[in-house]
C-alpha cells in the first residue's frame, strides 16, 4: 500500500507540473494589451480598413502557417510525398522567370506546422520551417553563382539557408552582430550546409554599421534584413514592462535602420544591389527608411518589385497604394504570411 500511495503521489506531481507548464504556456502566449493598444492607433491610420484583417491574424495564433523550405543538400526521397499527402504544395509557380530551379518551398491553406528536426551535429536538416513571406527578400536579390554576397543581419540564418539554396556565391560573408544570436547563426549555417561550401562562408560578428568603411565596395548583393519591431512577438511579450519598454525604444529603431543601409549602400560595387526588409508593418521603419535613402544617397535608384509581385500574389496579400519597388505583405486568414516589407535598390555609380 505503502508503494502504491508514493506511485499515486509521484503520479500526481508529475501531472500538476505538466499543468502548471501548460498554463505558463498559455500565458506566454496571452496578447500584451499595451502593445495591441498602440499598434491599434498606429495601424488604424497607416493601414485604415486593412487592419481590421490583419489585427484578426496576428492575436490569432492558432491560424498562423509555417512553409517548409527543403534542403538541397539533404537527400530524403519520401518528403515531398509526405508534405503532399499532408496537404502541402509547392509555395511558388514554377513558371516565375526569378524563381531558382534548386528551390523547393512548400505551404498549405490549413493553420499549423510540419514537425521540427533538431540539431544534430556532423547531421544535416532536411527541411527548414519558415514564414513564406520571409522568403521574398531573398527572391527579390536574384543571387547569382559566383558573386560576392554579405547578409548584414543574418541571424536566425533562414534567409542564408534560403541563399544557398539558390545559388552558389563565390564569396559568402553572413553577419550578426549580437553574441548569442552570431552562435544562433552558426548553429543554423551548421544545419543545413556541407562542409566543403561551410568553408566557403565567412561569418562574423561585426557591427553591421561599419562594414561599409570596412569594405567599401565589395559586394555584388547585400541583403539587409533589419533589426525592427517584430509585430507578430511583441503582440505576446510575457512581461508588460519589457513591452512598454520596448514601444519607448520603437522610434530609435529607423535610425539604427537607416545607418545599415547607409553601410550596405558603401558595401555594394557600383552596378551593384541590395534588398531590404523587415517583418514589421510600421511605416517608419519601412517606406521612411527607404525614402530617406533615397533622399540622402544620390548613387542608388529603386528597383521595380511589382512583376514579382504579381508572380506570387496568388500565395500572398500585398497592401496597395504602395511604390514599385516596394512590397508590403498583409497576414490574412488562409494566407497568414508576413508581415513582412520588401525593398530593392540598385547603386548606380562609387559614393
Not at 526588409?277 to 510600421?282: A, V
Request: glycine share 6%; with cysteine.
Amino acid at each position: 500500500c505503502h508503494l502504491i500511495l508514493v506511485w499515486l503521489l509521484a503520479r500526481q506531481r508529475s501531472r500538476d507540473g505538466k499543468l502548471e507548464k501548460k498554463a505558463k504556456g498559455k500565458l506566454q502566449k496571452q496578447i500584451c494589451q499595451v502593445v495591441l493598444d498602440h499598434f491599434e492607433k498606429q495601424y488604424t491610420a497607416e493601414l485604415r480598413d486593412a487592419w481590421s484583417s490583419v489585427r484578426d491574424v496576428l492575436t490569432s495564433p492558432w491560424c498562423w502557417q509555417h512553409a517548409v523550405l527543403l534542403n538541397r543538400f539533404s537527400q530524403n526521397p519520401g518528403l515531398e510525398s509526405s508534405l503532399a499527402e499532408q496537404g502541402y504544395h509547392p509555395a511558388f509557380p514554377a513558371a516565375l522567370p526569378y524563381l531558382p530551379a534548386a528551390l523547393r518551398c512548400y505551404s498549405r491553406t490549413a493553420p499549423g506546422r510540419f514537425p521540427a528536426q533538431k540539431h544534430q551535429p556532423g547531421r544535416l536538416k532536411d527541411y527548414y520551417l519558415l514564414n513564406a513571406a520571409s522568403l521574398l527578400p531573398v527572391l527579390a536579390l536574384e543571387v547569382k553563382d559566383g558573386e560576392a554576397v554579405l547578409d548584414l543581419c543574418a541571424a536566425p540564418g533562414g534567409k542564408s539557408v534560403a541563399i544557398l539554396q539558390c545559388a552558389c556565391p563565390g564569396h559568402f560573408h553572413c553577419n550578426e552582430y549580437d553574441d548569442l544570436r552570431s552562435r544562433w547563426l552558426e548553429q543554423t549555417i551548421e544545419s543545413f550546409i556541407p562542409a566543403p561550401l561551410i568553408n566557403l562562408i565567412t561569418v562574423s560578428k561585426l557591427d553591421g554599421r561599419q562594414i561599409g568603411d570596412l569594405q567599401p565596395e565589395f559586394y555584388d548583393k547585400v541583403l539587409v534584413d533589419a533589426p525592427c519591431s517584430n509585430d507578430r512577438s511583441w503582440l505576446f511579450s510575457a512581461d508588460p514592462q519589457q513591452a512598454v519598454l520596448r514601444l519607448m525604444q520603437r522610434k530609435e529603431l529607423s535610425s539604427l535602420q537607416f545607418q545599415l543601409l547607409r553601410s550596405a549602400v558603401q558595401a555594394l560595387r557600383p552596378g551593384g544591389s541590395l534588398v531590404y526588409s523587415t517583418c514589421t508593418l510600421s511605416r517608419a521603419e519601412n517606406s521612411d527608411v527607404i525614402n530617406l535613402i533615397l533622399n540622402s544617397c544620390r548613387n542608388v535608384m529603386p528597383v521595380d518589385l511589382s512583376g514579382m509581385a504579381r508572380g506570387v500574389s496568388q500565395e500572398f496579400t500585398f497592401l496597395s497604394g504602395m511604390q514599385q519597388h516596394e512590397l508590403l505583405v498583409l497576414p490574412e486568414k488562409g494566407r497568414a504570411w508576413g508581415p513582412m516589407y520588401v525593398a530593392k535598390l540598385k547603386k548606380v555609380s562609387s559614393t
